[in-house]
């Protein structure tokens, strides 16, 4: 089954780079052009404009991955904006498939982005963990999916959300009621001709595919509807919602925006992100994979092992000789280091001095992949204190399912 989603499906040659939720790949082994991505999808870029407004409605300074443009797309983000100027608050919807153990850096990225909108705009979240679909998918026992999604709420919760404006779920734990009455309500706005123009299926492709979406972007759609939640937003049907995830996601959003308003609800804004890349990556060729345990640093990863990976695998931009480097510096459009940096250096001016340094060859790779270790040794670190430090208990009281009075303040 595996091998079946990761088919292609998008509407591009097989010689166009591919993006979409199962597969992520660009042309030819190069960049994946965002710029392209967003006249193909019809989303927006994210511009400076909108982010000196969030620092002026917030009053407090951009999250990195605004300042640097790691998320660079939207949809009505510019909407949710003019509605919160207004007093009118939104909500928060992100969500993870609870496959494996351990987290790696990249699936930490939505989760530390969306404690940051969480704390700057005060606003309440719902996270919906997707076990009955890895269950399906991964062949894993429904006790063990179970599993694996109480314990990917602890890496989650260690990220440090408020418990009084955050509700976690469970599809296998909530799914019924209100929520499965609009799962049904969705299914049946969607025809099969809008599935096959988003998801780019053809009369060719197998009723496997053609199944599956449709079935995922119900359990994806409805938790951006707030009536699925009617213990959290009773009589609040045109509450907005703002889902942050990374563009491969886009394609289901689209659908549920084209039946949102049909249903009576706002449609679902989203802030979208570029891809994490993998260690072994050249520039932004492609995400980072669980799949391949030396393409990414993990949160369980020791020192050791962070140390490791980046000297053995990380790519350089680097020149193969100390003599050529400091004549023409790196290549820094494909130096792994630096892109991670980027994500997870907060010092502005330190990134710049790096990049100007190593791109004009006076530091040597040595020294930035070792600047990269201390900071992801140090993040890796942060995160699993904080995770030893969530109980069974607290998780309970993250998926218990109650009011959150006080979720606006």
Same mark, same amino acid.
């Given at each position: 089954?595996?091998?079946?989603?990761?088919?292609?499906?998008?509407?591009?040659?097989?010689?166009?780079?591919?993006?979409?939720?199962?597969?992520?790949?660009?042309?030819?082994?190069?960049?994946?052009?965002?710029?392209?991505?967003?006249?193909?999808?019809?989303?927006?870029?994210?511009?400076?404009?909108?982010?000196?407004?969030?620092?002026?409605?917030?009053?407090?300074?951009?999250?990195v991955f605004l300042r640097?443009?790691?998320?660079?797309?939207?949809?009505?983000?510019?909407?949710?904006?003019?509605?919160?100027?207004?007093?009118?608050?939104?909500?928060?919807?992100?969500?993870?498939?609870?496959?494996?153990?351990?987290?790696?850096?990249?699936h930490l990225i939505p989760?530390?982005?969306?404690?940051?909108?969480?704390?700057?705009?005060?606003?309440?979240?719902?996270?919906?963990?997707?076990?009955?679909?890895?269950?399906?998918?991964?062949?894993?026992?429904?006790?063990e999916s179970q599993r694996?999604?109480?314990?990917?709420?602890?890496?989650?919760?260690?990220?440090?959300?408020?418990?009084?404006?955050? =509700?976690? %779920? !469970?599809?296998? @734990?909530?799914? +019924?009621?209100?929520?499965?009455?609009?799962?049904?309500?969705?299914?049946?706005? *969607?025809?099969?001709?809008?599935?096959?123009?988003? =998801?780019? %299926? !053809?009369?060719? @492709?197998?009723? +496997?595919?053609?199944?599956?979406?449709?079935?995922?972007?119900?359990?994806?759609? *409805?938790?951006?509807?707030?009536?699925?939640?009617?213990?959290? %937003?009773?009589?609040? @049907?045109?509450?907005?919602?703002?889902?942050?995830?990374?563009?491969?996601?886009?394609?289901?959003?689209?659908?549920?925006?084209?039946?949102?308003?049909?249903?009576?609800?706002?449609?679902?804004?989203?802030?979208?992100?570029?891809?994490?890349?993998?260690?072994?990556?050249?520039?932004?060729?492609?995400?980072?994979?669980?799949?391949?345990?030396?393409?990414?640093?993990?949160?369980?990863?020791?020192?050791?092992?962070?140390?490791?990976?980046?000297?053995?695998?990380?790519?350089?931009?680097?020149?193969?000789?100390?003599?050529?480097?400091?004549?023409?510096?790196?290549?820094?459009?494909?130096?792994?280091?630096?892109?991670?940096?980027?994500?997870?250096?907060?010092?502005?001016?330190?990134?710049?001095?790096?990049?100007?340094?190593?791109?004009?060859?006076?530091?040597?790779?040595?020294?930035?992949?070792?600047?990269?270790?201390?900071?992801?040794?140090?993040?890796?670190?942060?995160?699993?204190?904080?995770?030893?430090?969530?109980?069974?208990?607290?998780?309970?009281?993250?998926?218990?399912?109650?009011?959150?009075?006080?979720?606006?303040?």
């Open positions: 089954m595996e091998v079946d989603k990761k088919e292609e499906i998008a509407s591009e040659s097989s010689e166009e780079q591919v993006v979409n939720p199962w597969e992520v790949s660009a042309k030819d082994g190069g960049k994946i052009d965002y710029d392209k991505l967003i006249d193909q999808f019809g989303c927006q870029r994210l511009d400076e404009s909108l982010i000196d407004r969030v620092e002026r409605l917030t009053s407090r300074q951009p999250h640097r443009g790691v998320f660079f797309a939207h949809r009505d983000f510019d909407l949710v904006l003019d509605a919160y100027e207004r007093g009118d608050k939104f909500y928060l919807y992100t969500g993870r498939g609870p496959s494996s153990e351990a987290l790696h850096l990249g989760f530390m982005f969306t404690k940051y909108l969480q704390e700057a705009f005060k606003v309440p979240l719902v996270i919906q963990l997707t076990d009955d679909e890895k269950c399906m998918w991964k062949n894993l026992s429904v006790e694996l999604a109480r314990e990917n709420a602890k890496d989650i919760i260690a990220c440090g959300f408020d418990v009084t404006k955050t =509700f976690i %779920f !469970s599809d296998f @734990d909530y799914v +019924g009621g209100a929520f499965y009455k609009n799962m049904v309500k969705v299914a049946k706005c *969607v025809t099969l001709n809008k599935a096959m123009g988003i =998801f780019g %299926f !053809s009369g060719e @492709d197998h009723i +496997g595919k053609l199944s599956f979406p449709p079935v995922q972007v119900c359990f994806f759609a *409805v938790p951006s509807f707030p009536s699925s939640f009617p213990h959290l %937003f009773p009589g609040k @049907d045109k509450l907005r919602c703002l889902i942050p995830c990374a563009i491969d996601q886009d394609p289901y959003f689209r659908m549920t925006r084209d039946v949102a308003p049909r249903l009576g609800y706002s449609k679902p804004a989203l802030i979208e992100s570029s891809f994490f890349p993998a260690l072994q990556a050249s520039g932004e060729n492609g995400k980072m994979s669980a799949s391949d345990p030396n393409s990414a640093i993990y949160v369980t990863d020791t020192a050791k092992d962070i140390k490791n990976k980046i000297n053995r695998y990380a790519f350089s931009g680097g020149q193969d000789s100390i003599e050529k480097h400091r004549e023409i510096g790196a290549n820094l459009e494909v130096d792994i280091p630096v892109k991670y940096l980027s994500f997870f250096l907060e010092d502005d001016a330190e990134l710049e001095h790096i990049k100007k340094e190593y791109g004009e060859g006076r530091m040597l790779t040595g020294e930035v992949k070792k600047r990269l270790t201390e900071v992801l040794t140090g993040m890796v670190e942060r995160h699993r204190m904080a995770r030893a430090a969530v109980t069974d208990e607290m998780v309970d009281a993250f998926m218990a399912v109650r009011p959150l009075p006080n979720m606006f303040e």
